[in-house]
């Protein structure tokens, strides 16, 4: 019983991180019905930013901590900046081209950025070769590492202020009624196109975020990293109901969840025959089925609330 | 002079819709349009809020010149459309609606400019916890028009408000939008219900296929033997 709870555990920290990457996706096609499929690059930006700068900061001699909080801040910015222009720059000249247009766009944004990254990084897988900690507690044999719980408190704190923002704050209020009808929005004095942009710009901020812990998880960084995790995501967010906030939340650590318990049994199940390798076969088995069962997600309906 | 339109034209995918049209509205007036299905009174209303684009012609509000100004800026300045189909919210709360309303004015004089709507409306009070989906179609309308009163426009412009409304429902309401004009408001109206229209408004203007066919004080429109054939039967 402790594997299960063990992979629990594990499921959990990872289905925070694809939570907070499922946000950004739900949240820029619950108010403009697009797909960001470069949203999934951000996160390894974010990613690999952090990693660079926490180790040139640690080079200068500043302690891990701190150097893994600059890290952060300065990953956060630069993906809130690199958000805001690839809204602007990608998805804002087509805002009333067919949907396929922007689509298309998404998926070359989404080369571009892998492409400027093995520029920047190189093609090389990039290590980050820093003990954050070793403090771990252990209860009937399933262990939690205090970067886990780092992880997963800080994914929770980041969700409900996302949360509280949307519901209870005039640009949350103004984003929800975007996502209803961007005309009536309008109608209201909304200024829609600022409302988009700073959509983009919070759910940049969380793939930041998101990135940073998954390098730091992971202990490495590559410039395809995000293909991977933005698929995830994604799956997540469609398995939660896309556009739905609550959705993307639950899709997320549930995702995380059901590929670590995967990822757990698959070998005694397969009687070796497939090893934990193949857990991220487990993402994708989850996508097709709730396309098959449950097309509009677990939490999603035509009443959905959006944004 | 509040509004001046000046041979305004309005064209969707090469289909005229509104055709080099002139007409203005004074401070505290109260004027509707009246004319059949398709005959662009929508598409004035629009091109005035600004959710379409005026081909030609130019628009003065406040003697401002407007034709630039998006749609968003349009209501700050005192210009508030109710679409056609009222645009609730229906996801978000009816306060949360009446607060959409007040987004364009600063936060100070929100709660007293909200009791005031409340006491208008009653019933949104009762209710102004729940989704405004849940609202019958008489009370959605009445929500729209609170909502709209809390942008504290000069001209609030009302399209189509009785539609799919029991007739009991359009009674009351046109009640309501008389007690508000009363408050100064200057009112331009688009209504299926030409009797109704013309027995609130002050002067009118009868559109037919995208051209303004007559221009008259109400009390003279409903006499008119054009009106009195083709909108009054």
Wanted: net charge neutral.
């Amino acid at each position: 019983m402790s594997t299960f709870w063990q992979q629990v555990v594990n499921g959990l920290t990872l289905g925070s991180i694809y939570a907070l990457v499922a946000l950004g996706y739900t949240m820029v096609y619950g108010i403009m019905e697009l797909i960001n499929f470069a949203h999934g690059d951000v996160v390894m930006v974010g990613a690999l930013i952090a990693l660079s700068v926490s180790e040139l900061l640690i080079h200068q001699g500043l302690s891990l901590p701190l150097a893994l909080s600059i890290a952060i801040m300065v990953s956060v910015l630069v993906c809130m900046v690199l958000g805001w222009t690839i809204e602007k720059i990608a998805y804002r000249p087509l805002r009333h081209a067919p949907k396929l247009a922007p689509l298309i766009t998404a998926i070359g944004l989404s080369l571009l950025l892998q492409q400027i990254a093995a520029l920047i990084w190189g093609k090389s897988y990039l290590p980050f070769s820093h003990t954050l900690t070793t403090t771990s507690w252990s209860w009937h044999g399933v262990v939690i590492s205090a970067l886990q719980l780092d992880i997963f408190g800080l994914s929770l704190l980041l969700m409900f202020l996302l949360w509280h923002l949307v519901h209870h704050s005039k640009l949350g209020r103004a984003m929800r009624a975007t996502a209803q009808s961007v005309a009536f929005a309008q109608l209201m004095g909304v200024n829609t196109d600022r409302v988009i942009s700073q959509t983009f710009v919070i759910g940049s901020a969380l793939a930041a975020v998101a990135g940073v812990m998954d390098v730091m998880y992971y202990a490495v960084g590559n410039y395809t990293m995000g293909f991977l995790l933005g698929l995830k995501a994604f799956t997540a967010a469609v398995l939660g109901g896309i556009g739905n906030l609550k959705g993307a939340m639950l899709g997320g650590l549930l995702l995380g969840v059901v590929e670590a318990l995967g990822a757990g049994y698959i070998g005694d199940i397969t009687h070796g025959f497939f090893g934990s390798n193949y857990k991220d076969v487990f993402a994708f088995l989850v996508l097709i089925l709730v396309l098959i069962f449950k097309p509009n997600g677990l939490l999603g309906s035509n009443t959905q609330e959006k944004v | 002079m509040l509004l001046d339109v000046k041979q305004l034209s309005v064209s969707y995918g090469g289909i005229h819709a509104v055709r080099e049209i002139s007409f203005h509205i004074n401070r505290g007036e109260r004027v509707t349009i009246i004319g059949a299905n398709g005959a662009g009174k929508s598409s004035t209303l629009k091109a005035l809020a600004g959710l379409v684009r005026i081909e030609k012609g130019t628009v003065l509000f406040n003697d401002k010149l407007i034709n630039a100004v998006p749609a968003f800026a349009r209501v700050s300045e005192g210009l508030c459309l109710v679409p056609e189909g009222r645009g609730i919210f229906q996801r978000m709360t009816i306060e949360e609606n009446l607060w959409m309303g007040a987004y364009s004015q600063p936060n100070g004089s929100l709660k007293q400019h909200l009791d005031q709507v409340y006491a208008i409306f009653p019933r949104l009070y009762e209710r102004r916890l729940q989704n405004a989906g849940t609202l019958s179609g008489g009370e959605q309308q009445m929500l729209a028009i609170g909502r709209a009163l809390l942008s504290q426009p000069q001209l609030l412009m009302l399209d189509e408000p009785s539609m799919g409304l029991a007739p009991q429902m359009v009674d009351h309401l046109f009640e309501i939008i008389g007690r508000v004009v009363e408050t100064g408001v200057s009112l331009l109206l688009i209504e299926q219900n030409a009797q109704l229209a013309l027995n609130l408004c002050d002067r009118a203007y009868v559109m037919d296929t995208g051209e303004i066919i007559l221009a008259e004080s109400a009390e003279a429109c409903l006499n008119h033997p054009l009106v009195q054939q083709a909108y009054l039967g």
